[in-house]
């Protein structure tokens, strides 16, 4: 049922953005004193992208806020470590909500080499002299936060440029007071994966999936999750309806992906 799905995938992205956050300020202590490292591999930025404007859905209709996500054209890729600029991203979208009059736009654009996320929203903004201030750690704008009701801690900004800059990035922004502020973040460009053109390795034909392992449903569902216990409720649901074949990581998943091609 298709409010069954959506509810169950909302409480499980939910859930997955609590252990997230409490993965960021682990990894947050660690940048004192050692730098966690980067899993680079090509993403589509629209996807990365929209997996965060849809976390804020509810939210935002909660609120009464305009909200949109305008993904670019042309599908740009990018190499990165998916869950770091997930991190980022979502740090400058709750930023924008804590600050916005009633509206905030997500957009990506991009050229030849490049890919820019933009984070708009119609707050208080930033005044000029402390655009350059805005991603020191622990520095918080007191004209801001005494426009919000919501007080930010001064790290997520911070945070955000660290993993952007160790990705070879940059993220900028301007901010006209009472206008509109919106941040960038640049990304180099990467060419694109075709998953479908993954290939199985000759010594691993004899693991392939048969026509006859698979149940006799009509559609097939690959359900990708590392935690044992999350897997178990979605397969619990889905399985009713559809095929399911399961992976417990990404890696797994591809392999199950190309065999049942």
């Known amino acids: 049922e298709p409010e069954v799905y959506n509810n169950v995938l909302g409480a499980y992205r939910n859930t997955q953005k609590l252990r997230e956050m409490v993965d960021e300020f682990i990894d947050f202590n660690r940048t004192d004193t050692t730098e966690t490292s980067l899993m680079l591999l090509p993403y589509s930025a629209n996807n990365l992208v929209n997996e965060i404007y849809i976390l804020f859905k509810d939210y935002a209709e909660s609120r009464g806020i305009r909200y949109s996500f305008k993904p670019c054209k042309n599908d740009p890729w990018i190499n990165v470590d998916y869950s770091q600029v997930s991190r980022a991203v979502t740090n400058l979208v709750s930023n924008a909500f804590k600050y916005t009059h009633d509206e905030i736009t997500i957009s990506i654009e ?6 820019n ?3 708009m929203d119609n707050g208080v903004g930033i005044e000029k002299k402390n655009l350059k201030k805005i991603f020191e750690r622990f520095w918080q704008e007191d004209r801001a936060n005494e426009a919000s009701s919501v007080k930010g801690s001064g790290i997520g900004l911070s945070y955000a440029d660290d993993i952007i800059n160790r990705h ?6 301007e901010s006209t007071p009472d206008i509109s502020t919106v941040f960038n973040i640049t990304l180099d460009r990467c060419e694109a994966i075709d998953i479908n053109m993954a290939v ?5 034909q004899e693991d392939m999936v048969s026509e006859t392992d698979l149940p006799q449903q009509s559609t097939t569902v690959l359900i990708v999750e590392d935690n044992h216990e999350v897997m178990q409720v979605l397969k619990h649901i889905f399985e009713p309806y559809y095929n399911i074949i399961t992976a417990d990581n990404g890696h797994e998943g591809l392999e199950k992906a190309a065999k049942l091609q």
């Open 168 to 173: 070879g990035g940059k993220i900028s922004v």
């Open 200 to 204: 199985c390795s000759t010594d691993e």
């Open 117 to 119: 996320i933009k984070v």
């Open 110 to 115: 991009s050229n030849e080499t490049t890919v």
